[in-house]
Structure formats: structure tokens, C-alpha cells
């Protein structure tokens, strides 16, 4: 069987472990992704490869790589100019299992704002409780196509678009996490993509340091005419919501600037989120009843929109 040499000396360097440099260039980076995108790579290599990089982590020159591939993979979404607010986009793709699932009530209380919303994920992930199921028991249904996502837009305020047809390429790498047990650096760049052609505010989450200091080195660097802003704060469970135990750093990164406009500050607990058992069917009641004022809004989740909508405004008044 053939292999190529070059994805041979690319698992070299990753799995020697015992080296200090088992980083990849920026080249190679983006030789590897496009190649994954494209199917020029073996099962084989492919499998090794990604079980290596989850062993080693990724590195900023490797992130930076991957991205250059990502920007030219996939069709851009053509969003009509909003006289207000810049779009917001929300990645969704882990759900939840301890936590209340409240990135639904983070989207529906923003397009409230008149802000159209798009948010972007996986419709199933295990038991979890996934935003879109969540929607869909609201009586809201994803996104078809293009067209679809510009006429739920400007008519409901929200889209749900489904990552296999936003990005197809980069789905099958995502799937591969449900046959390998592990999750790869799909996960991680999937979360942070553009959609837009036009800029935009993405709500983007982080798992570890590592990641706000990979993050915050590339989003400092931002052209906000093309990409517009960043909002970044640590995931609860994979999401990018505020935990209703305590509030999170958010850092806003704009016109090349990282400003901390919120930071860490406890707050009484509210019983009503916590004694529910969590299920989908529960989650979509408890959102509606707060969307119709029987139940108040989450103070975090209050911080969370008025930051947001600061954000989209300005983000809109510079473009």
C-alpha cells in the first residue's frame, strides 16, 4: 500500500513526543487540513494523525494554518445590510447534560431586539440536549438552505443552519469523533468560523487557557471591515453561555483592541433553574415561560444580552 511521504514526516513530527518541537509550520498546517478537506489522504493516515494531534494539542502557528484552508472551504452566507444591528452567531454544537441549555433563550431574547441571529451546529450529539431540539419543540424549525436562512432571518429574527450543510467538507471530520472516541481539531476551528460575508458578532466559547491565548492572539489581529467582532468567554459545557452559578470574563475583541467588559462576580443561585430535571421537554417550557415574563430572566443571561446587543450595534455603526 502507498502512503504519502509528506503525511508520513507530518506524523513524525507530531508523535515524537519527546522532542520540544513537534509543532507544525503554518505550510504544513494547511497542507494537512486542505488535504483532509479534500479526501487526498488515506483512512490510515487520517486516524493516526488526528489521534496524535489530540495527544499533542494544537499550536497557534497550526491554528493559524488550519484557518487559511477553512476561509476558501465553504460558501459564504450573503446577509443583506441590517440598518441596526450586525448579525450575531452562535456556534452550537455539545449541547448540554448538567446545565440548562439556555443558548434557545439567549437567541430568542436577542431577536426579540430585532438582531438577527443565526446559529450554526449539530442537531444531535448523544443524550445531550441540543439547542435545535430545543427549537423545534418551540415550534421553530432549521434552515433548508441559503435562501432559507436569509427569509428566517428577516422574518422570524433566528435561523438554526445544520453544519453538514454549511460546511460539508468539515462535517465528515467531525463525524469521525463518533468512531474514534476522541474529539479533533474540527471541533475546535468549527466554533470560531465566519459564516457571513459580510461582518458579523460571533459568540465564541473557549475550554482552557490554552485556547483563550491561542484565540486572543489571533482575534487582536482581526479586520473588523471584513469579519466585524468577537465575543469570548469561557464554555459552560462546550457552550458559549453564562452559568447561572457565576458569571464569566467576557472579552470583546474590536477594531484590533481586546477589552474585558465583564468580569467574574458571583451571585445567589436561582432554586427555580435547578430543581427541574433537565430534558428537553422542560427546557423549551422553562423558555417559554420566561420569554412570556412568567419567569424572570437569569441576571447572567440579562449581562449576556446587553452586552451582546452593545456589541452588534457597534460592530454595525463602523461598517
Known sequence: MYYNSKFLKIIKIISNNKKKNNNLSKNDAYFLLWSILNNNISDIELGTILVAMRIKGETINEIIGFLKVIKNSFKKIKFFKYKKYAPIVIPS???TKKNINFIPLLALLLARENIPVLI???INNFNKITTTKILQKLGFRNAHNYKDINFLLKTKKIAFFSIKKLFPKIYR???LRFFLGIRNFANFLIKIIQPF????LRLISYSHIKYFNILSKIFIN?????EGGVFLMKSTEGEVMTNIKKMKQINWFFLNKNEIIYNK?????FNIFLKRKNNIKNTAFLTKEILIGKIPIPFFIKKQIKICIYMSKMINLYN
Open 93 to 95: 454544537y455539545n449541547g
Open 120 to 122: 450554526h451546529g449539530t
Open 173 to 175: 471530520l467531525l463525524s
Open 197 to 200: 460575508s459580510k461582518p458579523s
Open 222 to 226: 482581526l479586520n473588523f471591515k471584513k
Open 265 to 269: 462576580i458571583n451571585k445567589k443561585i
